[in-house]
């Protein structure tokens, strides 16, 4: 991309694409746009036409140029702009060969300095990439061998079964489209505002005088009015001790989804301390919002102090989030380090202070599984429901829990039962 020089020294213009002759770079950005689609961006054949056509303007200059001109067509929001910039570094990356040759032949010495981390989009941009390529046309090789599948499980239906924790990177991926794909709770409450209505049996008496003293008063036509409704705030508890914090990141991406579409929804994550995350959530793009939360949290993959961080959310935030009929989800294994005496007393106080009181425990995926520890028998008495979240079809449960389909299976008296009854034997 250097300017061109005449045989008399005079800078000439940089060539268009046309004077290119056998150039692909309209192919190139073609597939750069599909990659971009792939990503995430909202790339139409319009938008690539337009890029074409911006890059001839332009013609073949600078590298940050060239930048400026595909940016100012792909890029219609900020939070964008990372996952652009990204794909353009990887896509339009040089090609340092002789570089790359001298760090080959010469001696290697140990780095001792920290991984730097991968920034929040480049695993989407290189699965994109990665799906481009493989879209590539190959060379016709040896015939493959068909198979029929018509009566083995679907790759869909072995992936919503599969545990959180035994899935691969590129499961956990899938993992994460498929939360997106959820079908999000619905419920609403009652508040203690009214709206405008054209149906009875609610009058408002003040819309009608105010329609009357428009006419003199010599028409009086009655005016009605209905309660509101509006989604309950959710507030969302997450362990992030060494036994959770695999389930616990999962999660964090059904709560992002949960809060694109609620205004009033608020996430903490707690350890041996206390974290409010429901800014960082906030972003639009869900691997900033994730590496935003990573980066806010001191106490990831460390201990478990349940009591003390209920006690500090009831203290601070309690009155903040809780009010108008909240629903609480509790994600957790109930394996407290200290006494349960305090447990017990802010569980019950959180208990009395929310709508609904869900607890989320991955040790339900064992089929033998009894409230057997101290914390789980001090938690369990105080709770409305009682689910597993390890796997999609438990969090499409969930979702169908939120919009207001409850099931036995959920109560946390068959747990109590069962303890009542070993007791007694």
């Known amino acids: 991309m250097e300017s061109r020089r005449a045989a008399d020294g005079a800078v000439l213009p ?3 694409m046309g004077e290119a002759g056998e150039g692909r770079l309209a192919e190139n950005i073609v597939y750069f746009s599909r990659v971009l689609r792939r990503a995430g961006l909202k790339t139409s054949p319009q938008a690539t036409l337009d890029a074409v056509a911006a890059a001839e303007a332009i013609g073949i200059g600078s590298r940050e140029e060239f930048h400026a001109a595909l940016s100012s067509v792909f890029v219609k929001r900020r939070e964008d702009m990372a996952v652009f910039d990204e794909a353009f570094r990887l896509f339009f990356r040089k090609r340092d060969l002789i570089e790359k040759m001298i760090q080959m032949m010469s001696p290697k010495i140990s780095d001792q300095r920290e991984a730097e981390n991968p ?3 480049s695993t989407r941009v290189n699965d994109a990439l990665v799906n481009e390529q493989a879209r590539a046309p190959k060379r016709e090789g040896p015939p493959q061998i068909e198979t029929d599948a018509r009566f083995t499980a679907s790759g869909s239906e072995v992936l919503r079964r599969t545990d959180f924790a035994q899935m691969t990177a590129a499961e956990l991926l899938l993992a994460r489209r498929e939360m997106a794909r959820l079908v999000l709770p619905l419920d609403t409450v009652k508040t203690r505002r009214f709206a405008a209505s054209r149906r009875p049996p609610l009058i408002d008496s003040r819309a009608s005088l105010r329609q009357a003293m428009r006419s003199g008063g010599d ?4 005016k009605f009015r209905h309660v509101r409704r509006r989604p309950p705030p959710l507030v969302v508890l997450a362990d992030i001790s060494g036994s959770m914090s695999q389930y616990s990141r999962i999660f964090l991406q059904f709560a992002h989804a949960l809060m694109e579409n609620r205004k009033r929804a608020h996430v903490f994550l707690f350890g041996t301390r206390l974290t409010n995350v429901t800014r960082a959530l906030r972003e639009r793009d869900p691997d900033e919002a994730l590496a935003a939360c990573t980066a806010s949290v001191r106490d990831w993959s460390g201990g478990t102090r349940i009591g003390a961080t209920l006690k500090e959310f009831n203290r601070l935030w309690g009155r903040r989030v809780l009010s108008g009929g909240a629903v609480v989800l509790l994600i957790t294994d109930g394996l407290e380090r200290d006494g349960v005496e305090e447990l ?31 914390g789980v028998r001090a938690m369990l008495p105080h709770v409305d429901e009682f689910r597993q979240v390890h796997n999609l079809n438990s969090l499409a449960e969930l979702a169908g829990a939120l919009s207001g389909f409850t099931s036995r299976a959920a109560d946390p008296r068959r747990y109590l039962d069962r303890i009542v009854e070993r007791t007694a034997a």
């Open 14 to 16: 940089p060539p268009t």
């Open 119 to 121: 920034k929040p989009a």
């Open 219 to 222: 028409i009086l036509l009655p």
């Open 344 to 374: 017990e007393a802010e569980i019950d106080r959180l208990h009395r202070s929310c709508r609904r009181l869900i607890w989320l425990n991955p040790l339900l995926r064992f089929e033998g599984f009894e409230a057997r520890a101290r």
